[in-house]
């Protein structure tokens, strides 16, 4: 099963091939859709491929060119309700941090909201349960995973590769624990929901791929 990562900017969004055409996963920070159909060029795929975009959380840099693409694109968008609301409404939400980066991260966003903004975006379909995508043409569902955000969605695919967002990141720092998390108390029970329904490789926003084996937590 295919996953294309497509970084915008400093957020790695993914293409799932279906049987119809391709379904994008986050859509990055603002001002992406000129690279965005720059990466579609090199891939030899058409904007009018994109069957549906799903948004694994509501942050700016996941939502940013949101409504950009999807005007390109011309297809639906999907999201968790709690998501949903921030996306139709461009509610810039800032996560607190789980160490002491993330806090520092945390509080310099607090303090430039006004860069952050991003457009409402309609969202078409919402899901707070699992929801198979083969009416889409493969072999995958979406999953609720919160924990970085209460709405958090991750798609497992049925081969094991799981894209999730920002449950997990892998910056090198010792722990695949997310920076920043509104739900911390809730990332691992949702890392262990996924690897229980087969997820073997987690595709994060930011940072490399990472084997499930070699997923790390808060150190103790």
Not at 36 to 50: E, H, M, N, Y
Not at 95 to 107: D, E, F, M
Not at 179 to 203: N, R, V
Request: proline fraction near 7%; hydrophobic fraction near 40%.
């Amino acid at each position: 099963m295919k996953v294309v990562t497509m970084p915008l900017f400093y957020t790695n969004c993914y293409l799932i091939q279906t049987a119809t055409g391709w379904i994008l996963v986050d859509a990055g920070t603002r001002s992406q859709a000129k690279s965005f159909l720059r990466r579609l060029g090199k891939l030899g795929i058409q904007p009018s491929d994109i069957k549906l975009i799903i948004i694994t959380h509501a942050h700016f840099d996941h939502v940013g060119s949101l409504a950009s693409i999807k005007s390109l694109c011309n297809c639906p968008v999907l999201a968790h309700p709690l998501e949903a609301r921030l996306i139709e409404t461009g509610e810039v939400v800032i996560p607190p941090g789980t160490n002491a980066l993330g806090k520092l991260v945390s509080w310099l966003g607090r303090h430039n909201i006004r860069s952050l903004r991003f457009p409402k975006t309609r969202v078409e379909f919402t899901t707070d349960q699992e929801l198979d995508l083969t009416p889409y043409g493969v072999a995958a569902k979406v999953v609720p995973t919160p924990g970085h955000t209460p709405g958090s969605l991750s798609v497992l695919l049925e081969d094991g590769q799981a894209i999730v967002g920002d449950l997990a990141m892998s910056y090198g720092l010792g722990s695949n624990f997310p920076i920043f998390a509104e739900q911390p108390e809730k990332i691992t029970a949702s890392w262990d929901l996924l690897i229980k329904q087969g997820a073997s490789i987690f595709y994060p926003a930011h940072g490399r791929k990472v084997p499930v084996t070699r997923l790390r937590g808060i150190e103790k």
